[in-house]
């Protein structure tokens, strides 16, 4: 009777767990869905490291335009460009560019053009709490690697309930140090200018560039 009861209540948790996994999904596919039918997205955030063990406590703001998979990130006093093909880092405070040829294989990074679809491989997920955050209604979804050695532990990912676009994502890392990345300003289908993901080395005259492939 006893193993009766436990197998019972053994398939109805994993029954819930399903149900749980499948709402997360339907979730995020459908913010996914929605990133696809814009042309462009401009994005303002607010980016934060924290690790209390090693008494560390970052905070910053940065912006990002993204336009299908290219997209240029300015953080920290850095700019990253992806056009397409390659990956320029440009650091004027040591005149130094960086450039490499992106290679998706090798990408475990969420990039900026990634950040609405990462979750499609590599992750499970379930629905996390609820959060009023003013008078905002932020569901909050788990996403736990699939890869135990991964240095990601888990990410929650806030999306807003009644717009469904992504409010917060925090990534913590298994050092236990934490990353938020917080959307202050969220456009899309601006007017982006032509030539805005193209690196125009004539710019550069005086940085080092270094060509990493």
Known sequence: MKNLIFI????????L?????????????????KVKTYDNMVIDFKYSLQNNAANVNQETRGDVSIKGEK??????????????????????EDEEINISTYIEEEENNITPSKMFSFYEEGY????DVAKNVNGRNIQYV??????SDAEVKNILLG???????????IQTQANN??????VKSFKTNQELAKNLFTFEEARYEDFYINRLD
Do not use: C, H, R, W
């Open 8 to 15: 019972t209540l053994a398939i109805f948790t994993l029954n």
């Open 17 to 33: 767990q399903a149900q749980n996994s499948k709402k997360a999904e339907a979730l995020l596919n459908e913010v996914s869905s």
């Open 71 to 92: 997209y240029l990130l300015n953080l920290m006093g850095t700019t990253q460009m992806f056009d397409g093909k390659k990956i320029y880092t440009i650091i004027p």
């Open 124 to 127: 499970n997920y379930e629905m």
């Open 142 to 147: 788990k996403l736990t690697p699939k890869n």
């Open 159 to 169: 999306i807003d309930s009644q717009t469904k676009n992504i409010y917060n994502l």
């Open 177 to 182: 140090t934490q990353i938020t990345i917080t």
